[in-house]
Structure formats: structure tokens, C-alpha cells
């Protein structure tokens, strides 16, 4: 009988171990958007406690946060990644700098709206875009960041340090997808894909969203696909609202998300909800905040975790696992790449784009390539994958192309307090073989600045990228004064400067951020001015044409982040001009004995701007500005008209539309400082205090000739304080403005839109 007692307690203890032994803990993660960084307390604190992981089901970003668990990311990689400045930029669709093409990027221009069309198939639906955020970044990061655990898992998430699954929605069918394999990186793109604000991805022929719209606590998919003895749910997410009939954000959002239950059965386990501070979907700025709320929240209920999980998983095994995981990645080494969606030639043309290196490229080398093939508008709207080849032990690039709309229309300008108001339009064709081929015609239409242009560009895709760039301008300033926007004074503009020019470029890369310009150019101008501000509407203007011929060299390097009012990166520009050609002077009736003029004209001009943020002190930026330019250039045969073709200090965007006798000179020093406070991430308040020195500054004498006055005799200031909102569709701006010494020394304008001109023939 003793013995038969002892036997049976024997069978009870090695069940009862046994059954410890195999509890199954599986951990669930709810959607919620920025809020989802919180799961990454939730696993730190499970950790630390010993409490075991088997298993994880998630959606959206638990999806991901779960997805990088699972693929062998540390608690502390996780939380790397998403308080990193890069994250922020995946997030918000912009490319950082480092991988930013500038030989590919358009001249500036004052375009506020683009619109991509096909123009054998214009369609309203077309026009308008389907995402908010660019995934282009995104993409990318997904791929390197779960393609090595991929190799590893086989496309078995099972076969994952920690198995997995996670839910995606396909819409057509309304309904959740469960996700046990395939590619890991494309199927949690596709998890977290909200409507509107991220573009979808194709899977198995179906377009893929946020699996949250449908299920946003996969309680129920941990269950069925795991069954697990207990349940550790983490909520970072909670039902909408009653939508506002004001804010159209929170009615699409409750129409498209279905009502969950956040709830874990009682017998089955706990529910960690923290208390999490409001955050908008995409805001990651308080990602440090919500893991720690997280953390706490989980602490705070580990008594009762540890009530139901009678084992225990010690850190350091925890951590020997994933080293063990990590281990057998194969290094992300690229073979071969493999193009679909394009034609024979236009694959040629991505394929020497991106095979620069002989043999194999790693990931980063890929990521360099690959930005910079984006950075061309014919090629934007592409999909990468990876496949890794076991037998030889490398990844093949998969790229599947969309051929991006072949037409786009720019529409932009200038609305402003000062008589300067200008519209812009655009229109560019774009066209891909084995080569790329950009035409595009451009005009500026307004009372000060009147512009026409036609630019065509051919980029070749060598070794060393190449392009080849010709342009045919037609400007036009016309500087006046008004005391009215309505009626206009019928006087002759006193000052009236046009010009035509065609020119040539040879271009070449000098490293991503740079780029090397050989130019010549064949432009002729027409300045036409009265030598007094006294004159009649019988008088006639003074002409002075100028027909030259030009070559030049230019290095410039540029990583600042916007094309007017930037407050990060810098630019440099060095460049060197030969110019000749001929003067021809045509006295006006305000000219007194003047003769007419013809001579040549012969110089060489040298210039340099240096433009840098780079001191960040909280939300305060100092900024520095560095102007020299050294010319040959002799004086004409009048004051006025050798102060028109004098180069002219312009640092102010303001300064760029009044012609300041006192900033223009043929050889000259100037810089100044630019103080920055970030009131908030959309608007600045700019300080800004500039010094310019000619060497020699042009004068007028009593008949009207000009001549250079002492060496060093006159210095001038020039200052702007400006409050700068950055909208989406360009800078809005209220600045006072200070020039040293000018008849109107100070100015207040408000301005929405871009001051921003082409180029001048002799710039």
C-alpha cells in the first residue's frame, strides 16, 4: 500500500514538472501606431524577470516590434533604432542626407504643387496621390533589417529565434490574413501599412494593409495558431472615439478600423495596459516616454504573471539563444540583380546604375546605389526584395518597377506685401531606354521678374555617372517702385535688365553630395536704364548690350535641407569663368553728350560661397555665410551701367529684388551669422547680420563716368529678423528687413512662396 502511494506521487510530481516544463507562454501585441514602441518595455521587463517568450502574435507596429524581437534584435537594438534620428526619417518618407544624390536634383525653382500624369492617359484619379508618406526609405530599411533572419528562418517564421505570426488586411476580401511564412520583410511592411498615410504592397496578387483595421489584438490568432497555456497581452492601442463632424482625420479612421477587444481571458493570463500619453499616429518623439511607461506598467503586474507561469528563462540563456540566432546570418552580401517591370533597354540603364563594383556589393554599397537610381524621377516607384541562394551563400536583389508617370506639372510662385508677385509653371517629359532623357519647359510670369526657359538633361549611366545638360533662357527684371498693386505708375521703369542665353554642361559626380560642372555658354543682355531718376515719358532709355561668350568650371557641394530659409546642412560653391565678348552703348535722350559705344570686353571672375549650420545648441542653430568674388572685369563707359554689370551681395531673399548700388562691386569680401531658434518643427525665427567689404567700390563722378575708389574705403550691413513657417507647399515668412546706408534702409514684407530666379548667364 506504502508503495503504491509512493508510486502514485511519483507520476504526480514528474507530471506536474512535466507540465511546468512545457507551459507555452506566448506574448501578444496590439497595433497602435508611435504607441507601439511601448512593447519594447514590455519585453525588457519580462527579460529581466526570467519570465520566458515561446511565442509572439502581433499586429501593426506590435507586428514589428515582435518581428525584430523574433529576428534576434536585443531590447536595447530596438530601442536604438527607434530613438535614432534615421528612424524618424523612415517614418516620415525623407531620405536622409548622406544618401541624397545632389547631380540629380532640379535647379531650384519656386514650384509649390507637383502633379505626375501619363499624357496618353490623364485621369483625375491618377493626378492625386495615394500615399502621404513616401515609402521609398521605409522599403529599403524593412528589407535590411529582416531579410538576414529570413535566410536564417528558411520563410518559416517558425524557424524564427522566437516563432511568429502577425496579421495583415486584405481589403477586397474584408478580411485579416495570417501571416506563417514567406518574406518576413514584405509581410510586415505590409502589417503596419495604415490607409492614406503609407502606400500598400502586393502580396500573392492582393494589395496588403494594416492588419489593425481588422484585428488590433490578435488574442485570438496567438490562440489558434499556438495554443498556448498562457497569455501576456501588451496594449498600446484603444477603440476610436466618436468621430468629430469637424475633423475628416477621425471620421476615415473610424471607418476603417473595426472595434476590438482588449481583453486576455482570466484564466489564461494578464493584460499589461499602461498609461500612455497621447500621441499622434507617426509622432515618435516620445518614444523614450511610452517604453518606460510600458516598463513600469509590466513591473507593476509581474506578481500576478509570475502566479501563472511556473517557470522560469534566465536572461543570459535568453541572450546565448539569440547570439546563437545571430550567428548563422549569412553576411548581406548582393550577387545579382534581378529588374521586372522595365523594358530590355531601361533594365540596362537600373542594372549600370547600380552594378558600379566588380563582383559582389554589400548592403551599404547597395543603399548608396539604390538611393541614388531614386533620386532620378524615372525610376521612383520600385519595390525592393532580397532572396538568399544557399548554394551560394549570397542575396539576389529583386526590384519589380512601376514606371513612375512620364509628365509633370509644377505649379508655384510668389504672393507678396512688396510689388514682386509672380506666378510659376512647369512641364517636364521624362523618358528612360539606356539612357535617361529630361526635357522640360518653365516660365515665370510677374511684374519684376518675367521668365522663360527651356532645359534638356541626358544622364548617362557609366562608372562614373555622367550627364549632359543644355538650356536656352530668356529673363527679364524690371526694378521699380509703386505706392499701389492696382494702378500703375506709366512712367518708364527706370531700370529695365534682359537677357538670352544658351549654354552647355558636362557633368560629373564628386562623391553624393557633390558635383564637378563644365560649362560654355553664348548669352547677349540688354540693360536699359536713365542715368537720372529725373525724366519724362518723352525720354528715352539708355542701352547697353552685351554678346559674350563664356567657359567655366564649378565644384559645389550641397546637403542643405531646403532651397530657401534652410536650417541644416551646409553648401559650397568655387567656381572659375572666363567670359569675352563685345559692349555696345547706345546713348538715351538723358545720356548729355554721351557717343555711342563698342569695344571688347575680355575678363576672368572667381567665386566662392560657403553657406553652414553647424552649432545646435537646443532649439538654437548658428549658422555662417562666406562670400569672396575676385573679377578682371574693367569698368563701363557709365556709372549706372557698371553697377548693372557688377555682381551683386545678395544674401536675404529679399535682397534679390532691389538693386543696392552699395552691395555691387567687381571684387568684393562679405559674410555674416545666422541665428536660428526652432519655435516649433514647422517655424523658425531667423536672426540674420551681414558684412560686405568691396575692395574697391564703384563711384559715380560729376558726368556721370564711374571709377574705383580707395582700397578697403566702405564697408556696408545688411540685417533681416523673420518668423519662417515651413508649409507643405513652401516657406510663408514675415521679416523685417536693415540695408546699410540705402535711401529706404529698413523694409517689412510678408511673403508666401519662393524668391528664387534662374540663373543669369554670367552668374
Not at 528562418?153 to 516563432?163: E, G, K, T, Y
Not at 559705344?597 to 566662392?608: A, I, P, T, Y
Amino acid at each position: 500500500m506504502v508503495l503504491k502511494k509512493v508510486i502514485v506521487g511519483f507520476i504526480f510530481l514528474f507530471g506536474f514538472s512535466y507540465h511546468s516544463f512545457t507551459q507555452k507562454v506566448c506574448l501578444v501585441l496590439s497595433g497602435g501606431g508611435a504607441k507601439g514602441a511601448s512593447h519594447i518595455g514590455v519585453i525588457q521587463a519580462l527579460e529581466e524577470n526570467n519570465i520566458p517568450i515561446d511565442c509572439i502574435a502581433g499586429v501593426s507596429m506590435g507586428a514589428i516590434i515582435g518581428g525584430m524581437y523574433a529576428s534576434g534584435y536585443s531590447t536595447e537594438e530596438m530601442k536604438s533604432i527607434l530613438l535614432s534620428d534615421y528612424f524618424l526619417n523612415i517614418v516620415s518618407g525623407e531620405i536622409p542626407e548622406k544618401y541624397k544624390f545632389f547631380m540629380k536634383q532640379e535647379s531650384a525653382n519656386a514650384t509649390w504643387i507637383d502633379l505626375k500624369l501619363n499624357y496618353d492617359s490623364v485621369k483625375a484619379s491618377s493626378i492625386l496621390p495615394g500615399n502621404i508618406v513616401s515609402p521609398l526609405l521605409m522599403d529599403f530599411e524593412f528589407l535590411e533589417i529582416f531579410s538576414p533572419s529570413n535566410a536564417v528562418s528558411a520563410n518559416n517564421f517558425d524557424s524564427l529565434m522566437v516563432p511568429l505570426r502577425f496579421v495583415a488586411a486584405d481589403i477586397a476580401a474584408k478580411k485579416a490574413v495570417i501571416f506563417r511564412r514567406g518574406d518576413l520583410a514584405v509581410g510586415l511592411r505590409a502589417t503596419m501599412t495604415f490607409p492614406f498615410y503609407f502606400k500598400p504592397v502586393r502580396i500573392d496578387g492582393k494589395l496588403m494593409f494594416d492588419g489593425g483595421m481588422y484585428n488590433n489584438f490578435p488574442i485570438d490568432v496567438a490562440i489558434s495558431e499556438f495554443n498556448p497555456d498562457v497569455i501576456i497581452g501588451s496594449k498600446a492601442a484603444s477603440n476610436y472615439e466618436e468621430p468629430d463632424e469637424n475633423d475628416l482625420v477621425s471620421q476615415i479612421q473610424t471607418m476603417l478600423m473595426q472595434n476590438t477587444s482588449y481583453s486576455v481571458p482570466e484564466d489564461k493570463g494578464v493584460l499589461i495596459d499602461p498609461e500612455l500619453i497621447s500621441v499622434s499616429l507617426l509622432d515618435f518623439s516620445h518614444t523614450e516616454e511610452l517604453i518606460d511607461s510600458a516598463y513600469k506598467a509590466t513591473i507593476d503586474k509581474m506578481e500576478e504573471i509570475k502566479h501563472f507561469i511556473k517557470r522560469a528563462t534566465r536572461k543570459e540563456d535568453v541572450e546565448a539563444k539569440r547570439d546563437r540566432f545571430n550567428a548563422k546570418k549569412p553576411p548581406f552580401i548582393i550577387n545579382d540583380v534581378q529588374v521586372n517591370g522595365l523594358n530590355e533597354n531601361q533594365e540596362e540603364y537600373v542594372r549600370r546604375s547600380l552594378l558600379r563594383y566588380s563582383g559582389q556589393m554589400t548592403i551599404e554599397d547597395l543603399k548608396i546605389e539604390y538611393f541614388k537610381l531614386l533620386s532620378e524621377e524615372y525610376v521612383k516607384n520600385v519595390y525592393p526584395t532580397v532572396v538568399y541562394d544557399k548554394n551560394t551563400g549570397f542575396y539576389d536583389l529583386h526590384l519589380d518597377f512601376k514606371r513612375e508617370r512620364n509628365l509633370l506639372l509644377q505649379f508655384g510662385g510668389n504672393i507678396s506685401s512688396a510689388p514682386i508677385n509672380e506666378a510659376y509653371v512647369g512641364v517636364k517629359w521624362d523618358y528612360l531606354s539606356n539612357i535617361a532623357l529630361c526635357v522640360k519647359a518653365s516660365s515665370y510670369i510677374g511684374r519684376f521678374y518675367s521668365s522663360a526657359q527651356l532645359d534638356a538633361r541626358v544622364d548617362i549611366p557609366f562608372k562614373t555617372p555622367v550627364y549632359i545638360k543644355s538650356t536656352l533662357s530668356f529673363n527679364q527684371w524690371d526694378y521699380f517702385k509703386t505706392s499701389t498693386y492696382f494702378f500703375e505708375d506709366k512712367k518708364p521703369s527706370y531700370l529695365i535688365q534682359n537677357e538670352s542665353h544658351i549654354d552647355l554642361h558636362l557633368g560629373i559626380p564628386a562623391g553624393n553630395s557633390a558635383s564637378v560642372d563644365f560649362s560654355g555658354a553664348s548669352s547677349r543682355s540688354l540693360d536699359e536704364y536713365y542715368q537720372s531718376n529725373t525724366f519724362s515719358r518723352s525720354d528715352t532709355a539708355d542701352k547697353t548690350y552685351l554678346d559674350l561668350f563664356s567657359g567655366s568650371f564649378q565644384y559645389e557641394v550641397n546637403t542643405l535641407n531646403k532651397k530657401q530659409y534652410a536650417n541644416k546642412g551646409s553648401g559650397l560653391l568655387v567656381s572659375v569663368k572666363y567670359i569675352k565678348g563685345d559692349e555696345t552703348y547706345e546713348p538715351g535722350s538723358t545720356a548729355g553728350d554721351s557717343d555711342p559705344l563698342n569695344k571688347l570686353v575680355e575678363w576672368v571672375q572667381f567665386r566662392v560661397k560657403y553657406n553652414s549650420y553647424f552649432r545646435n545648441i537646443g532649439i538654437f542653430t548658428l549658422g555662417l555665410y562666406v562670400e569672396v568674388f575676385m573679377s578682371s572685369q574693367e569698368l563701363h563707359n557709365n556709372y549706372v551701367s557698371s553697377v548693372l554689370s557688377a555682381p551683386a551681395f545678395q544674401p536675404i531673399p529679399e535682397s534679390k529684388t532691389l538693386f543696392f548700388p552699395n552691395f555691387r562691386a567687381y571684387n568684393y569680401g562679405a559674410g555674416g551669422l545666422r541665428g536660428i531658434f526652432a519655435l516649433h518643427k514647422s517655424i523658425d525665427f531667423r536672426m540674420e547680420g551681414y558684412f560686405f567689404q568691396p575692395y574697391q567700390e564703384i563711384l559715380e563722378n560729376q558726368d556721370k563716368t564711374a571709377q574705383l575708389g580707395p582700397l578697403f574705403d566702405n564697408g556696408y550691413y545688411m540685417g533681416s529678423a523673420a518668423f519662417v513657417y515651413h508649409s507643405p507647399i513652401g516657406p510663408l515668412s514675415l521679416s523685417l528687413n536693415y540695408y546699410d546706408q540705402e535711401t529706404d534702409q529698413f523694409s517689412f514684407l510678408f511673403n508666401i512662396g519662393y524668391i528664387i530666379f534662374n540663373k543669369r548667364a554670367i552668374d
